[in-house]
C-alpha cells in the first residue's frame, strides 16, 4: 500500500509541476505561426500567464490582412486531460453581420479527454444564447440557438427544426 501511495504522489507531484512549468506563451507564440501559414494573424496588447491559465487582452484578429474581428479578453485555462477557452467581448466587424452574429459577449470552447473527438461551445450575446459542439470525426459544427432575438440578420443560412433554429455545416 505505501508503494502505491509514492507512486500516486511522485505522479501528482510531476503533473503539478508539467502545468505550472508549461511554457504557455510560447504554446501561444506557436499557434500564432501557425495561424499565419493560413493567411490568420492575431495582435494582441497584452498577455498574462497564470498557474494554469494563459490570459490574453485586446486582440484584433485579421484575416489575409482585412480585421474581421476585436476581442477584448481571451482566458486559456488547461490541466491537460481538460481544457476551457472563455471569450469576451466579441465584436465581427459590421461587413460581417449577414453571415454571423456581430456581438457575442460571452463565448466558451471546452475541450476533454473522455470526449477526444468532440468540442463543446457555449455562447451568449445580442442573438440570445446558443449552444453547440464540433465533431472532429465527422468533421461538422451543429450549434442550436436557444434564443430567437436578432438573428434575422443571418437567418437565412439557419435551418429550422423542432427544437428552434440552428446552424449545421462541414468542414
Do not use: C
Not at 14 to 27: G, H, N
Not at 65 to 75: D, H, Q, R, Y
Not at 100 to 113: D, G, M, Q, R
Request: hydrophobic content about 45%; charged content about 25%.
Amino acid at each position: 500500500m505505501q508503494m502505491v501511495k509514492k507512486i500516486f504522489i511522485t505522479v501528482a507531484v510531476i503533473w503539478f509541476a508539467l502545468l505550472v512549468l508549461m511554457p504557455k506563451q510560447e504554446l501561444y507564440y506557436k499557434l500564432e505561426q501557425e495561424l499565419v501559414t493560413k493567411g490568420i494573424k492575431i495582435n494582441e496588447q497584452s498577455i498574462e500567464e497564470g498557474w494554469f491559465s494563459l490570459k490574453l487582452h485586446g486582440l484584433d484578429v485579421y484575416a489575409k490582412g482585412i480585421k474581421l474581428a476585436e476581442i477584448e479578453e481571451v482566458n486559456l485555462f488547461t490541466v491537460l486531460v481538460y481544457t476551457d477557452v472563455e471569450i469576451a467581448n466579441l465584436v465581427l466587424d459590421e461587413s460581417l453581420k449577414a453571415m454571423a452574429p456581430t456581438k457575442t459577449e460571452k463565448a466558451n470552447f471546452t475541450h476533454a479527454v473522455w470526449m477526444p473527438l468532440e468540442v463543446d461551445i457555449k455562447a451568449q450575446g445580442s442573438f440570445g444564447g446558443l449552444s453547440g459542439g464540433v465533431s472532429l470525426a465527422e468533421k461538422t459544427v451543429r450549434v442550436d440557438f436557444n434564443d430567437s432575438k436578432a438573428i434575422e440578420n443571418f437567418q437565412p443560412k439557419l435551418k429550422q427544426d423542432e427544437k428552434g433554429w440552428y446552424y449545421e455545416a462541414s468542414f
